[in-house]
């Protein structure tokens, strides 16, 4: 049978099914309020079960489930997103949230099972599981506490994993950061090499480069495929290492082992005080310091990072590294190296002037 829909005529189907609405929203209204909290419970298990999302969608519920939304949304216990009636927000304070511990148990029950495989790599596969494994928390204290000790779970299964996964699986290492000038390697790394196999427990390590900011010389000591003259500014870098790395490092023996773990560490440009020479955490070669650099430095080479500044504000409508730049002024000034300076000792006038 054809059924023909007359314009303005409502389709039969599309009739019973407002009906159905209709007195399935009167029978939820008639419901008492503990029927209708026993049917958000499940709502409730179901967000636990998904770690609490911030967000959950409609079309993922059961029918059950779906029948109640508009009670639900009538006692206060969800929201509706305002462009997207498929996202559904729970009041937070209502959510049930899993133990500390029960967390913890997860990830490392999980991250174990994942030990299981065969081919199993921390750069692939453990790895990712420790970067995406989360929770959402009721507290911020309660988030803090988990990632510290989920932190310790993954320092445990790193030290066991060792320098024995990195040398069988070369594709645990991951990527060579390229962070290393032929100058670091020459004079830093032997140094960091040092410290390093005088530490065998992981935590000291992990406090040595967590307060640490090492000097990796002048910005132009390698200039490999470089066309123009880099200016000479000093280059502090902070090391960045993994929990599985550190483990590495905590077992290496040799130097040559040190330095291809390194190899493989990212790092992240580390500002300096370019006054405090004398602070420890700054790692300097040995018989260097910052002193040192300053003393290199000759009127080109302030030329070179006048020009750069200049350049630089061109570039991006801003002073982007002035205030670098000065520095570096006032402390040649203030070792009295006039041989140097020339023009450059009005910038200090003027900035004081301002």
């Keep these: 049978m054809v059924t ?87 009041e937070p304070s209502l959510l049930d949230y899993r133990s500390i511990d029960e967390q913890l148990q997860e990830y490392e029950e999980g991250f174990r099972k994942l030990l299981q495989k065969e081919d199993f790599c921390w750069y692939k596969d453990g790895l990712s599981y420790r970067n995406f494994f989360h929770f959402n928390f009721k507290t911020e204290e309660e988030r803090d506490v988990f990632y510290k000790r ?88 902070k090391i960045m290492l993994t929990e599985f790395s550190l483990a590495c490092l905590a077992q290496a023996n040799q130097e040559k082992e040190v330095y291809e773990i390194l190899d493989y560490a990212g790092y992240s440009m580390g500002g300096i005080d370019l006054g405090d020479s004398s602070n420890k955490k700054y790692v300097y070669p040995k018989g260097m310091s910052f002193d040192m650099y300053l003393e290199s430095l000759t009127a080109n080479d302030l030329k070179l990072m006048a020009d750069d500044k200049e350049r630089l504000k061109r570039l991006h409508g801003r002073d982007i590294i002035g205030s670098k730049f000065i520095k570096i002024i006032h402390l040649l000034n203030m070792k009295g190296k006039k041989e140097v300076l020339n023009e450059y000792r009005g910038m200090i006038e003027n900035e004081s002037a301002c």
């Design 150 to 237: 989920k932190r310790e779970v993954t320092i445990q299964i790193a030290l066991e994993l060792g320098l024995k996964h990195w040398k069988e699986v070369p594709t645990s290492r991951g990527q060579k950061s390229g962070g290393y000038s032929k100058w670091s390697k020459k004079y830093l790394l032997p140094v960091i090499a040092e410290k390093v196999l005088t530490i065998k427990d992981i935590n000291e390590l992990e406090n040595f480069f967590n307060e640490s900011t090492f000097y990796f010389g002048r910005e132009d000591e390698d200039t490999t495929g470089c066309t123009i003259p880099i200016p000479p500014y000093p280059c502090f870098k």
């Design 4 to 90: 023909v829909n007359i314009p303005g005529q409502i389709d039969i189907f599309e009739m019973f099914k407002m009906m159905d609405e209709s007195k399935n929203k009167e029978k939820m209204n008639e419901m008492s309020l503990e029927d209708v909290q026993k049917v958000f419970r499940e709502l409730i298990t179901y967000s636990k079960n998904l770690n609490n999302p911030i967000s959950i969608r409609r079309s993922s519920l059961s029918e059950n489930i779906k029948k109640f939304l508009p009670r639900f949304k009538k006692e206060g216990w969800v929201k509706v997103h305002s462009q997207n009636p498929d996202i559904l927000f729970i």
